[in-house]
């Protein structure tokens, strides 16, 4: 059985580099240079990947209810990706994968094509000011549509109506179409934010895009 210590990141800041690990992609902070595919899964199956997977809730339960699709969670703090990883060890899934990178370096340089993302409740940035450092934005959807074919979907989730609004704006381009936009998606799956957000009465807004 994989335990915490099992998952080390083998290097210092000095010599860092992306690394291949069982089951586990790195991508050091501030590090976007070389291009290269890495092979994530052993299967070929149809590609889904999670962007802000937190402690990987949702998206290791979507990974177990669809063993003929593969899963890549997308998750910047090296202790929740290891706690995904080790999920996904533990519960034995190895069509769960975990990518340990800031999402758009990771979409830019290493993912590779992706029938469907998800994006579960990014960090809201509430603040004017701090608004600029939100993921949706354009430079994020250029990245997205490199890895989309046409038809594929893109779904995101917020608590913050703002950001929304900012959502629904940003997608409002010739490349995008939008689905559907909603506050109520019952079997859209659980997550730590999820019930949080639920629990303190707040609205989840839902809005899915299709890449035209
Ligand atoms: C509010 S939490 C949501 C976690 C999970 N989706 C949930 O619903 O419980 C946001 C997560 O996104 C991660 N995150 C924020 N910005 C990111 C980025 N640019 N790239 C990758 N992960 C990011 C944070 O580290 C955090 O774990």
Known sequence: MKTAKDLIIPFTWHERHPALLDRFF???AQYAYSQKIFPFFEQEQPLYIEYCSGNG??????AKQNPGSNWIAVEKKFERARKIWLKSHRENLP???VVCSEALTFTRYYAPKVREVFINFPDPWPKHRHAKHRLIRPEFLSALCQILASGGKVTCVT???????????VFQTPEWRLLFQ????????????K?????????IYYASFEKV
């Open 26 to 28: 790195y991508v050091p």
């Open 57 to 62: 809730q949702w998206i290791g339960e979507r």
């Open 95 to 97: 069509n769960l994968f």
């Open 159 to 169: 608590d913050d109506a703002q950001y929304a609004g900012q959502i629904l704006k």
């Open 182 to 193: 909603t506050t109520d998606l019952p079997d859209y799956g659980k997550s730590f934010f």
């Open 195 to 203: 019930d949080l957000w639920l629990q303190a009465g707040r609205t």
